[in-house]
């Protein structure tokens, strides 16, 4: 039986893209099995696509980077995407939260919701200009105090130069954040360009750690604005397990993943 021909790198290159679109993440010694050449070769082919910047070289592989324009943030329409595994990452961030500790929360949905699971006893002081809160915290005994700023209805946020005043004089234990896009090379991204400068200035005045909630669907993800490169952070809370390659590269910046 005649053996097929070789692919030519182009070929390659696409059926390696095709394979990254399918699982995310993958090592070269694995596509160097399907695709039976070296992986040297292989190397290669993942060193001119990540030139291309269609994906993000990782320390044994490659994970596929998705390059979008995202319309601007909507708070309601984002309360439905993944929700279970927001809820579980809210659920898990939540423990975090230590009697007396004093937070910044950042906007979006998974910061609001973490709210409802923390434990309606404990001492705790939120600063946050994510009115979505509100609704969250009417059973709980923690403080909530509103950074001022203009009212955004559809991220359900307050931003402007008084929010950027009221976040520079106060210095808390914690920030939880939440991100539209989380790329090894890009860092933390956002279309919104008000919200990546609050976030931005919170992440300057937290003494203590800044935990990134994201889930499985933002890996790769690259949105307009850079709020903040990934060695920045010191938490990821994620709802999946992420592959060994991508999670290597997170501990070598000193980054803990946490998987909810």
Do not use: W
């Not at 404990?122 to 203009?150: Q, R, Y």
């Not at 307050?158 to 090894?184: C, H, R, W, Y």
Request: neutral net charge; glycine residues 8%; charged residues 25%.
């Amino acid at each position: 039986m005649k053996k097929p021909a070789p692919l030519l790198p182009a070929e390659r290159q696409q059926r390696i893209l095709e394979i990254l679109r399918e699982e995310l993440s993958v090592r070269g010694s694995r596509l160097s099995e399907l695709l039976g050449v070296s992986e040297m070769t292989i190397r290669r082919d993942l060193d001119a696509l990540g030139r291309q910047g269609v994906v993000e070289r990782t320390h044994g592989g490659a994970v596929f980077r998705q390059e979008r324009v995202v319309g601007r943030f909507h708070y309601n329409s984002a309360v439905q995407e993944n929700l279970r595994e927001k809820q579980r990452i809210a659920r898990r961030a939540a423990d975090m939260i230590e009697p007396n500790d004093i937070i910044f929360l950042g906007e979006g949905t998974t910061c609001a919701q973490m709210i409802r699971y923390v434990d309606s006893g404990m001492p705790f002081t939120i600063f946050t200009n994510n009115l979505g809160v509100i609704s969250e915290i009417e059973d709980k005994t923690g403080d909530l105090i509103l950074l001022g700023g203009a009212y955004n209805h559809t991220t359900r946020a307050l931003a402007g130069p008084l929010t950027m005043e009221m976040i520079s004089q106060v210095n808390v234990t914690k920030l939880f954040l939440g991100v539209d896009g989380f790329s090894l090379n890009a860092g933390l991204t956002t279309p919104n360009l008000e919200m990546a400068t609050v976030d931005r200035s919170m992440i300057r005045h937290t003494r203590g750690k800044v935990i990134v909630m994201a889930d499985h669907s933002k890996f790769g993800l690259v949105a307009e604005i850079v709020i903040t490169p990934i060695k920045n952070i010191d938490v990821l809370i994620t709802d999946r397990k992420i592959p060994d390659d991508f999670e290597q590269d997170l501990r070598s910046m000193n980054v803990e993943v946490v998987i909810a």
